[in-house]
């Protein structure tokens, strides 16, 4: 008899049915499986590539404890950085795609470490050059198939109930649980609800009836006998000593048991848990470009921003020197826009219009538009006009990559529409963005094209990364080729 005064009845015993229907395997084995594979793939490649190239192509003896040393170095680098930054999670093994640019640019960042470090010992000259790049490039090609293998592998493992799915009860029969049960059910995610149990607490919102599994005691049947992996207590207003005797009933039982955080918590999309000092708390919102990010991003710019507009210089003179023929009027359009936190900047343009509107009402440009010149439809069409805003990348005004900026007017206008328009300013603007490779770009006349457009800016700013503006910027040429819906 459990303290609650509830027992595994006999009729479960004698059935002769286990009392597990299957043993869960805790999420967290198939990261370490993974991270302990990586480790050896980057010392095996090490070896076997320096004994391939000394022994059968030069004939040669080497010392292999050098290239043994090397590969343990460069594992352990490597697998360091991805365990530090989350990419042995359960979520992040699933996304193929995300972890194979995790690995790439941290086996980039990790060889980089090695190079300088062999050149400040002066140890460098004991290493084959061919070794060398034949060893980043095999361990790489190695390392990102064995990402798409392990994805498909854990894939097959959630399927149909498998051993890294987790069977998840909700007890709390309040909005709270409904809500949270139908936001973290996912069978793509290796989640399943089993059910939403009545908490058994008086005067405490028990009132969702629909699609209830059972009170506490069926819970503690279901648990019992395998059916339940983890518990979450969703119970949004309760007093400290009914919360305490809740928890010590379900103690007793062979799962994991957490409480929910509340509703305002589950309308976000950070959830990741940190410390304040000693105290845990649960993170809303993430600072775009934390850490490194901010670093990279700016020397991105710089180096980037400045070499294009070196190269883009003598197209940038051709086409100033055309409009100054075309006829009166300046050859440059100034315009305020909003920035990162909201600074105001003035934006550059080559003019493609016969007026400059910079006030409080501002016509967008249509199809067909009377304003635009013949020269600045052809400049649109290909977003030609857009290449003085090199400059404003250089000054550090705007990045090559981010949300396209708007003019005041239109800004103060969608952030009164628009929920959460102005995260787009968590970052400085860009020249081309996610949302315009995506087709996102030229007039937006109505509130629903720009809802989906801030939709992949705040995707964009969620997901940054080098290799992610790297993918923009060859999607913007694409774009720019091929254009399908400029203004």
């Given at each position: 008899?459990?303290?609650?005064?509830?027992?595994?009845?006999?009729?479960?015993?004698l059935s002769g049915e286990p009392?597990?229907?299957?043993?869960?395997?805790?999420?967290?084995?198939?990261?370490?499986?993974?991270?302990?594979?990586?480790?050896?793939?980057?010392?095996?490649?090490?070896?076997?590539?320096?004994?391939?190239?000394?022994?059968?192509?030069?004939?040669?003896?080497?010392?292999?404890?050098?290239?043994?040393?090397?590969?343990?170095?460069?594992?352990?680098?490597?697998?360091?950085?991805?365990?530090?930054?989350?990419?042995?999670?359960?979520?992040?093994?699933?996304?193929?795609?995300?972890?194979?640019?995790?690995?790439?640019?941290?086996?980039?960042?990790?060889?980089?470490?090695?190079?300088?470090?062999?050149?400040?010992?002066?140890?460098?000259?004991?290493?084959?050059?061919?070794?060398?790049?034949?060893?980043?490039?095999?361990?790489?090609?190695?390392?990102?198939?064995?990402?798409?293998?392990?994805?498909?592998?854990?894939?097959?493992?959630?399927?149909?109930?498998?051993?890294?799915?987790?069977?998840?009860?909700?007890?709390?029969?309040?909005?709270?649980?409904?809500?949270?049960?139908?936001?973290?059910?996912?069978?793509?995610?290796?989640?399943?609800?089993?059910?939403?149990?009545?908490?058994?607490?008086?005067?405490?919102?028990?009132?969702?009836?629909?699609?209830?599994?059972?009170?506490?005691?069926?819970?503690?049947?279901?648990?019992?006998?395998?059916?339940?992996?983890?518990?979450?207590?969703?119970?949004?207003?309760?007093?400290?000593?009914?919360?305490?005797?809740?928890?010590?009933?379900?103690?007793?039982?062979?799962?994991?048991?957490?409480?929910?955080?509340?509703?305002?918590?589950?309308?976000?999309?950070?959830?990741?848990?940190?410390?304040?000092?000693?105290?845990?708390?649960?993170?809303?919102?993430?600072?775009?470009?934390?850490?490194?990010?901010?670093?990279?991003?700016?020397?991105?710019?710089?180096?980037?921003?400045?070499?294009?507009?070196?190269?883009?210089?003598?197209?940038?003179?051709?086409?100033?020197?055309?409009?100054?023929?075309?006829?009166?009027?300046?050859?440059?359009?100034?315009?305020?826009?909003?920035?990162?936190?909201?600074?105001?900047?003035?934006?550059?343009?080559?003019?493609?219009?016969?007026?400059?509107?910079?006030?409080?009402?501002?016509?967008?440009?249509?199809?067909?538009?009377?304003?635009?010149?013949?020269?600045?439809?052809?400049?649109?069409?290909?977003?030609?006009?857009?290449?003085?805003?090199?400059?404003?990348?250089?000054?550090?005004?705007?990045?090559?990559?981010?949300?396209?900026?708007?003019?005041?007017?239109?800004?103060?206008?969608?952030?009164?529409?628009?929920?959460?328009?102005?995260?787009?300013?968590?970052?400085?603007?860009?020249?081309?963005?996610?949302?315009?490779?995506?087709?996102?770009?030229?007039?937006?006349?109505?509130?629903?094209?720009?809802?989906?457009?801030?939709?992949?800016?705040?995707a964009y700013i969620d997901n940054?990364?080098?290799?992610?503006?790297?993918?923009?910027?060859?999607?913007?040429?694409?774009?720019?080729?091929?254009?399908?819906?400029?203004?």
């Open positions: 008899m459990s303290e609650a005064g509830v027992s595994v009845s006999e009729s479960d015993e009392l597990r229907r299957r043993s869960a395997l805790s999420p967290a084995l198939f990261g370490d499986i993974v991270q302990f594979v990586d480790f050896l793939v980057v010392i095996a490649v090490s070896v076997v590539v320096a004994g391939i190239y000394h022994t059968w192509t030069l004939q040669i003896e080497f010392d292999i404890q050098y290239y043994a040393a090397a590969g343990i170095l460069g594992a352990t680098g490597l697998t360091a950085l991805l365990r530090r930054d989350g990419y042995y999670e359960f979520d992040q093994l699933l996304s193929s795609d995300w972890n194979i640019r995790a690995v790439a640019s941290r086996w980039f960042m990790v060889i980089f470490g090695l190079l300088a470090f062999g050149f400040a010992l002066k140890v460098s000259d004991n290493f084959s050059r061919v070794w060398l790049f034949v060893w980043i490039g095999a361990s790489l090609v190695i390392l990102l198939a064995w990402r798409i293998v392990a994805s498909v592998i854990l894939r097959r493992m959630i399927r149909d109930g498998g051993v890294f799915a987790r069977r998840i009860a909700v007890v709390g029969a309040t909005d709270l649980g409904a809500q949270f049960a139908h936001k973290i059910g996912n069978p793509e995610r290796g989640v399943s609800i089993v059910g939403v149990y009545e908490a058994g607490l008086p005067n405490r919102g028990d009132d969702h009836r629909d699609n209830l599994a059972g009170d506490l005691n069926d819970l503690e049947r279901a648990a019992r006998n395998g059916e339940i992996d983890d518990i979450i207590i969703a119970v949004p207003r309760t007093s400290k000593d009914e919360m305490a005797r809740l928890a010590r009933r379900l103690s007793s039982l062979p799962v994991s048991i957490a409480l929910s955080p509340n509703i305002h918590w589950l309308d976000h999309t950070g959830g990741a848990v940190s410390r304040v000092g000693e105290t845990p708390v649960l993170s809303l919102y993430r600072r775009p470009l934390e850490g490194w990010g901010g670093v990279l991003k700016t020397i991105e710019d710089f180096v980037l921003g400045s070499m294009l507009l070196l190269i883009a210089s003598p197209l940038l003179l051709v086409i100033a020197l055309a409009i100054r023929i075309q006829g009166e009027g300046p050859i440059l359009f100034a315009q305020k826009r909003h920035g990162f936190n909201n600074a105001v900047f003035r934006i550059y343009k080559f003019r493609t219009m016969t007026v400059a509107e910079d006030g409080d009402e501002i016509q967008q440009a249509r199809k067909g538009d009377a304003r635009i010149t013949p020269l600045g439809a052809f400049l649109r069409r290909y977003s030609l006009d857009e290449l003085p805003q090199l400059f404003n990348v250089v000054r550090g005004e705007m990045s090559l990559v981010g949300p396209r900026p708007h003019a005041l007017a239109h800004n103060h206008q969608y952030a009164q529409l628009i929920e959460n328009y102005s995260g787009r300013h968590k970052v400085k603007p860009g020249i081309t963005g996610w949302a315009q490779v995506n087709g996102f770009r030229g007039e937006t006349s109505e509130n629903e094209l720009m809802e989906q457009r801030v939709r992949f800016d705040l940054w990364s080098i290799w992610f503006d790297l993918k923009i910027l060859l999607l913007t040429v694409k774009a720019v080729v091929f254009p399908k819906n400029a203004v």
